[in-house]
């Protein structure tokens, strides 16, 4: 089993719907969990971390953390079609972060 | 404040050869990782480096291979290159604190001939 889990996608939603993101990981002591973006032939930027269970929004963006569950997702609110890109769930155990391999969205105008 | 930088941007290197891939953290930060992406893969962790010292390895051959300078910079290299090690390298700047996000180089694209 992979330590981080991701539906690979692709995913493709209409520009202004709501696209939704979901990530799984291992049972690990894990301290912190990361949402990052990442465009064709560029390298990832962070757009959201979360540390505790509940959610977390940062305008169009709402992280979802469920520890019990082993769970964190990404809401994109509003989907835009500069929101297409593949991004990736990262979570930290202890001085690790691992990554999963990734969600391609597509947000067709 | 300067970003993470890394050099080569881009390689092209034959089968068998070896190659070193540089990578200089952001001011402060003593620890650096290093991920190889393919596509499909994601990021496959290789090592992290912390003043100096490998405190972690990814399921890689002996093959990849790292080091850290006292400086904080660090290399990676990879020997008896294969078709199969064709992806981008990327190196990670970790500030100090252990639960924060890493901060990304551009990559280096390694092509293998």
């Known amino acids: 089993q992979k330590e981080v889990e991701q539906n690979s996608g692709p995913l493709s939603v209409p520009e202004g719907a709501i696209a939704s993101l979901n990530c799984t990981y291992s049972?690990?002591?894990?301290?912190?969990f990361f949402w990052y973006r990442q465009y064709s032939g560029k390298s990832p930027e962070l757009i959201m971390s979360?540390?505790?269970?509940g959610d977390k929004e940062d305008g169009r963006f709402t992280a979802q953390l469920n520890k019990a569950s082993q769970y964190v997702s990404l809401l994109i609110r509003d989907s835009q079609p500069s929101d297409s890109a593949t991004y990736l769930c990262?979570?930290?155990?202890?001085?690790?972060?691992?990554f999963g391999a990734g969600t391609r969205l597509t947000v067709k105008p | 404040k300067a970003g993470v930088t890394q050099t080569p941007r881009y390689l092209i290197k034959t089968r068998g050869q070896q190659v070193t891939l540089s990578c200089s953290p952001i001011?402060?930060?003593?620890?650096v990782s290093w991920y190889q992406q393919t596509p499909g893969q994601g990021l496959q962790f290789l090592f992290e480096?912390?003043?100096?010292?490998?405190?972690n390895k990814g399921n890689f051959p002996g093959r990849f291979s790292g080091r850290q300078f006292s400086n904080s910079r660090s290399e990676m290299n990879v020997s008896t290159l294969e078709l199969g090690d064709s992806a981008l390298y990327l190196c990670a700047s970790n500030p100090p604190g252990g639960s924060t996000e890493a901060f990304f180089g551009q990559g280096t694209r390694l092509t293998v001939v």
């Open positions: 049972d690990r002591v894990s301290q912190s």
């Open positions: 990262a979570v930290r155990f202890g001085n690790d972060m691992r």
């Open positions: 979360i540390y505790s269970n």
């Open positions: 001011s402060g930060h003593r620890s």
């Open positions: 480096y912390f003043s100096e010292t490998q405190r």
